[in-house]
């Protein structure tokens, strides 16, 4: 969900330390290598989790991400995309939404049951935590919303960002991808991307059927056809964590 919100940025800034960044300090997976080595330190000085630690700061630059573009003005020219969703249109596209979200569900429970050790494995397992046992594969994306206090203000920016995220990853996943064998690879890379941010392979995996469904929608309107039903199947997940969130209490 959202995958490349932070991730990709991450991934492609270049390491400047000093006055000038060595050839292969400019490899954005070295620095991003280096930022995850120096937060396991970090976290085992103040005996947390590295993953508790990463999902602060995770959370802290997608905080200041998500406050400077509402000051940006550009909020309403994104949200305007929902305007492909006329009359019936948002009965449609809501319950396409919630049944998407049911089957990748189903289908990504089911993977994990048939193969936990290969399905349920996340990068998240590397990481140190203080008992030792590895660690449980979750969104780092979404890490804002288990921080008492602070959880209902980050699911709020994060729902005015959604339409503008959804685009971003249509424009990167789908625009230009209209043939069926670039369709599936795209859906499978979009579904796949996620497990940068910590989700299982097995959900990975269970996503590219979502992504198939937005080069569906993308095939009959474009991108803002897509970004629109991709910001509603993002909406309906954060509908579902904050029932969570509710209910957790």
Not at 36 to 65: I, K, P
Request: with cysteine; net charge positive; glycine share 10%.
């Amino acid at each position: 969900m959202l995958v490349l919100a932070l991730s990709v940025n991450i991934l492609n800034t270049p390491r400047r330390l000093g006055s000038e960044a060595k050839p292969n300090d400019s490899c954005g997976l070295g620095y991003f290598l280096t930022c995850v080595s120096s937060v396991s330190r970090c976290a085992r000085l103040v005996r947390v989790g590295t993953v508790e630690v990463l999902g602060l700061v995770v959370t802290a630059a997608l905080s200041v991400q998500f406050a400077l573009y509402l000051r940006s003005g550009k909020v309403k020219r994104d949200f305007a995309v929902l305007r492909v969703l006329k009359g019936g249109k948002w009965v449609g596209a809501l319950l396409g939404s919630w049944a998407v979200v049911f089957v990748v569900v189903v289908v990504g429970l089911l993977l994990m049951a048939l193969s936990p050790g290969i399905m349920g494995w996340t990068w998240l397992q590397l990481l140190p935590t203080p008992t030792g046992q590895p660690e449980a594969g979750r969104n780092l994306l979404v890490s804002g919303l288990a921080i008492p206090g602070y959880a209902w203000v980050f699911l709020a920016l994060f729902a005015a960002n959604v339409p503008r995220l959804a685009m971003n990853e249509e424009i990167a996943f789908r625009k230009g991808f209209k043939k069926p064998g670039q369709i599936v690879f795209q859906s499978f890379k979009f579904g796949l991307a996620h497990c940068l941010v910590g989700v299982p392979i097995g959900f990975g995996l269970a996503l590219a059927l979502a992504g198939g469904w937005f080069a569906w929608q993308y095939l009959k309107g474009g991108t803002r056809r897509s970004a629109a039903y991709h910001s509603l199947h993002n909406w309906t997940l954060l509908s579902l964590a904050a029932v969570w969130m509710l209910t957790a209490r």
